[in-house]
C-alpha cells in the first residue's frame, strides 16, 4: 500500500508562509490534508482528488494545494498564517480503489504519514 512521507513544517511568525510537502510512495487520485492541534480532534483541511480540489473553511482563501503528478507529490502552501494554525500537519490516502468525500472522515484513511509540526508565533 501507498507510503506517506510529509516535510517542509517549522516556525514562523504570523502573517508568514511555509510550503509543506507529501512525498508519496505510488500516485493516489486523492490525498487530503488533515492537522491536529494539541487537545482537538483531527480535522480535514484541503482535500485534491483528481482535479477537485475542497477546502475547509478555516484555510480557504489561504492555503492552497497542488499536485506534481510526474513526482507523485502533493504540496499545501500555506499564507498568512494565524497562531490557531499551530499543529501537526498530516497527509493521508484511503485504501485503492476508494474515492473521497467531502468533509472528510478520519476513521476512512487508512494511510497516513508521520507529520510534520507547524508553530505560528503570535
Known amino acids: 500500500e501507498v507510503e506517506l512521507q510529509e516535510s517542509g513544517g517549522g516556525s514562523v511568525q504570523a502573517g508568514g508562509s511555509l510550503r509543506l510537502s507529501c512525498a508519496a510512495s505510488e500516485y493516489r487520485s486523492c490525498i487530503v490534508w488533515f492537522r491536529q492541534a494539541p487537545g482537538k480532534e483531527r480535522e480535514g483541511i484541503a482535500m485534491?482528488?483528481?482535479?477537485?480540489?475542497n477546502y475547509s473553511g478555516s484555510v480557504k482563501g489561504r492555503f492552497t494545494t497542488s499536485r506534481d503528478t510526474t513526482a507523485n507529490t502533493l504540496y499545501l502552501e500555506m499564507h498568512n498564517l494565524k497562531p490557531e494554525d499551530t499543529a501537526m500537519y498530516y497527509c493521508?490516502?484511503?485504501?485503492?480503489?476508494?474515492?473521497?468525500?467531502?468533509?472528510?472522515?478520519?476513521?476512512?484513511?487508512?494511510?497516513w504519514g508521520q507529520g510534520t509540526q507547524v508553530t505560528v508565533a503570535s
Open positions: 493521508a490516502a484511503r485504501p485503492r480503489g476508494l474515492r473521497c468525500t467531502w468533509p472528510p472522515l478520519v476513521s476512512e484513511f487508512a494511510h
Open positions: 485534491l482528488d483528481g482535479s477537485a480540489i
